[in-house]
């Protein structure tokens, strides 16, 4: 008897010293595991949401900067598509007409991170040439607390600027305004962006002021989307837009 007691103490012991083995090997990797970077987790939701394939090359850009007033660095995420206009436009048979156009459509985007919660916003579409990629800068013009979001985009040979204020996590467009247009033509014509105070609000007001813009020779089509031609204020205004706190959105006198 004793010599079967023995015999089922060991077989126990040897039983549980398995199992710790076992758990152990599941969950040492699991303590391994790395959280993604900001970078990875921007990729993921772009793909799944724009439906991305794996075969596709697309470009990509993070932008950091304080966009709510919470004391926490936000991102900014683009997306430029430009591979999937080309092969879209191939496979509908307009490759003239598309090309004609610059291929402007929604091959432009841009998602927010919150850097508090790491939260993404939706993806926010800029219809414009995918031929060239968004631009994103930053200044202080509705609040001092935290910058808003300044997205330059291209369409043909005319650039275009977007403003927009993170408001409860979301980022809003609060403005829009041509920076030049007829770019390498003889009626090319520009403006200059400068920044007031405000009139109505405490948010900055917008001066718009004609400008002078370099001459720039365009021999490849391609370069329109490229260049950035030098921009001086002739010292002109243009208009002058002030913000609406109701509305959210900048309002200029007729």
Known sequence: MKLIYSLLILLVIVSCAEDTSSESNITEPQKNKK??????????????????PANENYTSSIYIEELNGD?????????????Y?????????NIAQRAEMGYTGKYNYFFYMDGATKEIS????VASSPHSPL???????KTEAYKDILVDFRIRNSKFRKYLSVTRKIPFETFEMMVFDGLGTA???????EYGRGSYSLSKDILIYKAYMENIEINDPMDIYKANPK???TGELDRLWFFNDNQNKYFTKK
Not at 35 to 52: D, K, N, W
Not at 85 to 93: D, P, S, T, W, Y
Not at 187 to 193: D, G, V
Request: aromatic letters at 10%; charged letters at 25%.
């Open 35 to 52: 959280s993604p970077t900001v970078e990875q987790m921007f990729t993921r939701q772009a793909e799944a949401e724009l439906g991305i």
């Open 122 to 125: 939706a993806a926010i579409p």
């Open 187 to 193: 009626e090319a014509k520009a403006f200059s962006f």
């Open 135 to 141: 631009e994103v800068s930053f200044e202080n013009v």
């Open 231 to 233: 921009i001086e204020s």
């Open 85 to 93: 206009a080309l092969n879209k436009a191939i496979e509908k048979g």
């Open 71 to 83: 004391d926490s660095l936000d991102y900014i995420f683009t997306v430029n598509r430009l591979e």
